[in-house]
């Protein structure tokens, strides 16, 4: 994309940074998970953010109405299921399972991405598309795990819980991508949160679990709704503007990469050799395919 046709310049770096920012959430998101139910936790961290953003709501509602029927039932979608039903059933997965079972069916959404954006928005996905995925998502597999020959997934149900947020999350960078070509991402972003709140709290009376979560647990809560959702997500939806779903769901590989540094540097982790090179893989993969964005005529993906 260029500037001389008339369309936004290529902000494949830009869905990058945004999932930096999401690496923070694990950090953020693991202890209060282990004091709080994951119900708790997602609503808390709606209403916070939606606080923040009410001098805007009635904008973007006003934005909403004006939206067509398609553009309305993609942001109720992204509301409900990618913000609300999709973090929880994230975090649910950590509670009910292993540590690893999430994190091995993560790296399915991009796939799931390149399907729907290929259903719902025509996007064609050129050859040279796959010399920046296959790295990318090899990249990702080893830098999960210390033995990336050596995993195994055991937990049906937090199998199912994780398999379902990436299938949600997928369908949340393709309808983003959809309405963000024609609604200010000001706008989405505060619609995804304005529709994820009821909904979260939804899922939060149907099972059962407190609304009070204690002072103690408020700076977490209020750190996990600035960094990596606020925050994050409107860069992400600004990025998402200018980047087809098939390329940005591989910019957002950024987020493991940035977890392991966050884990390395301020949880004293330790990375085995292969995390460490698949780190580097990821890094290069996605650092490629932003540069080959800007400096090639041909973009890795044709947008419908």
Request: hydrophobic share 60%; charged share 10%.
């Given at each position: 994309?260029?500037?001389?046709?008339?369309?936004?310049?290529?902000?494949?770096?830009?869905?990058?940074?945004?999932?930096?920012?999401?690496?923070?959430?694990?950090?953020?998101?693991?202890?209060?998970?282990?004091?709080?139910?994951?119900?708790s936790v997602v609503?808390?961290?709606?209403?916070?953010?939606?606080?923040?953003?009410?001098?805007?709501?009635?904008?973007?509602?006003?934005?909403?109405?004006?939206?067509?029927?398609?553009?309305?039932?993609?942001?109720?979608?992204?509301?409900?299921?990618?913000?609300?039903?999709?973090?929880?059933?994230?975090?649910?997965?950590?509670?009910?399972?292993?540590?690893?079972?999430?994190?091995?069916?993560?790296?399915?959404?991009?796939?799931?991405?390149?399907?729907?954006?290929?259903?719902?928005?025509?996007?064609r996905i050129r050859?040279?598309?796959?010399?920046?995925?296959?790295?990318?998502?090899?990249?990702?597999?080893?830098?999960s795990f210390p033995?990336?020959?050596?995993?195994?997934?055991?937990?049906?149900?937090?199998?199912?819980?994780?398999?379902?947020?990436?299938?949600?999350?997928?369908?949340?960078?393709?309808?983003?991508?959809?309405?963000?070509?024609?609604?200010?991402?000001?706008?989405?972003?505060?619609?995804?949160?304005?529709?994820?709140?009821?909904?979260?709290?939804?899922?939060?009376?149907?099972?059962?679990?407190?609304?009070?979560?204690?002072?103690?647990?408020?700076?977490?809560?209020?750190?996990?709704?600035?960094?990596?959702?606020?925050?994050?997500?409107?860069?992400?939806?600004?990025?998402?503007?200018?980047?087809?779903?098939?390329?940005?769901?591989?910019?957002?590989?950024?987020?493991?990469?940035?977890?392991?540094?966050?884990?390395?540097?301020?949880?004293?982790?330790?990375?085995?050799?292969?995390?460490?090179?698949?780190?580097?893989?990821?890094?290069?993969?996605?650092?490629?395919?932003?540069?080959?964005?800007?400096?090639?005529?041909?973009?890795?993906?044709?947008?419908?």
């Amino acid at each position: 994309m260029n500037s001389s046709s008339g369309t936004v310049a290529d902000r494949t770096w830009l869905v990058a940074c945004a999932a930096a920012l999401w690496g923070t959430d694990g950090l953020l998101r693991q202890p209060l998970a282990e004091a709080l139910p994951a119900a708790s936790v997602v609503f808390w961290e709606h209403l916070i953010i939606v606080v923040l953003v009410l001098p805007f709501l009635p904008r973007a509602l006003r934005a909403f109405a004006a939206s067509s029927w398609r553009e309305r039932i993609a942001l109720i979608i992204i509301g409900v299921g990618a913000s609300a039903v999709a973090t929880a059933l994230f975090t649910a997965s950590f509670a009910v399972g292993d540590a690893i079972t999430p994190l091995v069916l993560q790296k399915l959404q991009p796939l799931f991405a390149v399907l729907a954006a290929y259903w719902l928005l025509a996007e064609r996905i050129r050859a040279t598309y796959w010399f920046f995925a296959v790295p990318a998502l090899l990249g990702a597999w080893m830098l999960s795990f210390p033995d990336p020959l050596a995993v195994q997934v055991t937990a049906a149900q937090s199998a199912l819980f994780a398999l379902g947020a990436a299938v949600l999350w997928a369908a949340g960078t393709v309808l983003g991508r959809m309405v963000s070509a024609s609604m200010p991402p000001r706008d989405v972003t505060v619609l995804r949160f304005g529709f994820g709140l009821p909904a979260a709290a939804a899922v939060l009376l149907w099972q059962g679990e407190p609304i009070l979560v204690g002072w103690d647990n408020a700076l977490g809560l209020i750190l996990l709704a600035v960094v990596p959702g606020l925050l994050g997500l409107s860069l992400y939806y600004v990025g998402l503007r200018a980047t087809p779903a098939s390329r940005a769901t591989l910019a957002e590989l950024a987020f493991p990469a940035t977890a392991a540094l966050i884990g390395v540097g301020l949880l004293g982790v330790d990375l085995s050799l292969t995390q460490w090179i698949g780190f580097l893989i990821v890094v290069a993969a996605i650092t490629g395919l932003g540069w080959h964005e800007k400096v090639r005529a041909t973009p890795v993906v044709a947008s419908g």
